[in-house]
């Protein structure tokens, strides 16, 4: 998955940034999401209707399968055995459980509604990235990068920032990423 993306599914930010970009993509509110774990990896959505049924996303955990998916490649289903969905991997008991605040902290995000906007996701975002490479670079902990995020977010330089800054052009988003940099090294 790469470093970033291993970070990120460590401390459950992979699933904070994705809440955030489904709300955007399906134009619904954050608080209609849940994020849950699930141990086996192989349930990656459920859906639930409003007229009582759910739908859920199941496949083994190969990011392959999305990919091809999301580019419209059935050259890679060619060469796979689809009969995976009848093995044992589907018959097991699936585990999901609720994400514990104390243990994952970075969930606190989705609550903090005056950051949840258009320039306060580029805030998350742009300060999560630094955050991580900092510990890349062994220049803060593990367990620095969320604590200082959201620190930071509740900070009123942020506030002020989100008060005066909107995000309408791309140099927008590069002047927010600066903000968030100059942030970090001061």
């Known amino acids: 998955m790469g470093k970033k993306i291993s970070i990120d599914s460590a401390n459950l930010m992979n699933k904070i940034l ?5 709300s955007l993509i399906f134009n619904l509110p954050i608080s209609k999401f849940k994020i849950v774990i699930h141990c086996e990896s192989l349930i990656h959505a459920i859906v639930q209707f409003s007229n009582g049924l759910s739908s859920m996303l199941y496949h083994i955990n190969d990011m392959k ?39 994952f902290p970075s969930v606190k995000i989705l609550s903090m509604n005056k950051i949840l906007n258009e320039t306060g996701y580029i805030v998350i975002n742009s ?3 630094i955050l991580v490479d900092k510990f890349l670079k062994k220049q803060i902990l593990f367990t620095d990068i969320t604590y200082k995020l959201l620190t930071i977010l509740k900070s009123s330089i942020v506030k002020n920032h ?22 970090l090294t001061s």
């Not at 005066?164 to 927010?176: E, G, W």
């Open 18 to 22: 994705e809440t955030i970009e489904a």
């Open 65 to 103: 399968i999305p990919i091809a998916n999301s580019i419209g490649s059935n050259s890679y289903f060619k060469n796979v055995d689809n009969k995976f969905i009848f093995n044992n991997k589907f018959s097991q008991k699936f585990n999901f459980y609720r994400v514990k605040k104390e243990i």
């Open 127 to 129: 300060l999560n990235e």
């Open 162 to 183: 989100l008060k005066k800054h909107k995000i309408h052009h791309i140099t927008d988003v590069f002047t927010t990423y600066n903000f968030c940099k100059k942030l």
